[in-house]
């Protein structure tokens, strides 16, 4: 008889492993986790033995459908106050770039932000996360930016970081303190990426929980040249590029995020058919926000065809932010990504799950359901996982499993 050598498994189950463009459907499957990764992964006709045998705990789940733990992979859910004003400016017909250039927009949030606590902060953004969670994600990547000081970014960092003691998911914490230049530097920019470049990137690096560096390349913040320069200096010292690109003009950041080999570019509205060219040469990942592109009532899209035809990985993330994308639910993003972008919904799921793992630099780790990978896995009551896209409402997570141990419920439906 075999020894039992698996923590747990989990039956009469169905698998989107998102191992292949149609999700790596596995119907009647079986998964298994030991030491808080996937141990064993396939069909349960396939397993060497009746599961009481195989494992210390099986988890039957009635049919219904196991996806690897969501991936945010953009966010910025640290902050302070809320942007109730500009959304009041937003409804008469102010433009995103009208409110920044009058001092609302980042620098609002940037205030509130500098005056709130590290208590406050840390309560304001578990609570965020949590809404996360209980949509299934097991890892969000969170931004500083809102700081524009070396105290206030370092600060926005810690409590990032600090958020994995409180919500059920990994933290990735990305050193933006390019966000926008802060008005004190207004005359001399010079100074303020020089302080970015020479203060703000050692510290953080000094303080060990930064893994990414990333810039706003766009008119209201920084321009090309400058986005350069932070993002090489960054690069350099270790951490992974992402760029703020091409959001509402076209400055060539998918090329510039391609020129300096950065992980992905996001936001893309008015990405150019070059800069797609020079992102699928450079293997850029391009993330994908519409839930910005909702709020700001944009009228372009990212070119998600012509990304497709060069075979850009097209990850999708909330962008959960106070001013442009204030949405927690995954569930109105991946309806969002397919309504108003034309994700299929198969492209929606891998944009959460596999390519975002490739964002993060994660993809060795996490975002499909392997042998070896961490065992983050999210249990849904769907008959289809297409449901996920479909229905914009309530959660129809069931169990959410991180590190191989249930987290929250603990059986299928």
Known sequence: MPETRWDRLWTDVHLATMTDPSL???RNGAIAASGGRVAWVGRA????????R?????????????????????THIVFGG???????????????AEIARAGGGIMSTVRATRAASDEDLTLRAAARAGELSAWGVTTIE???????????????????AGLARSVTADISPTLLAAHTVPPGYARRRDDYVRLVLNEMIPAALDQGHATAIDVFCEDIAFTPDESRAILEAGIEAGLHGRLHADQLSDLGGGALAAAVGAHSADHLEYLSPDGVQAMAEADVCAVLLPGAAYTLGADRRPPVATLRRAGVTMALATDANPGSSP??????????????????PEEALLGFTAAAARVLGLERDRGTLEAGRRADLALWRVADPAELCYWMGASPLTSLVKDGVPVRGSKGS
């Open 24 to 26: 790596g459907i596995v």
């Open 45 to 52: 006709a396939d397993l060497a033995a009746p599961p009481e």
């Open 54 to 74: 195989l494992a210390s705990e099986v988890i039957p789940c009635g049919g219904a459908w196991l996806t690897p733990g969501f991936i945010d992979c953009h």
């Open 82 to 96: 809320d942007r109730t004003g500009d959304f009041r400016r937003r409804l008469r017909g102010e433009s995103y």
């Open 142 to 160: 969170v931004k500083s930016g809102y700081g524009l000081d070396l105290d206030t970014e370092l600060r926005m960092l810690d409590v990032a």
């Open 327 to 344: 949405i927690t639910n995954v569930g109105m993003i991946l309806n969002l990504g397919c309504i108003l972008f034309g994700l299929t």
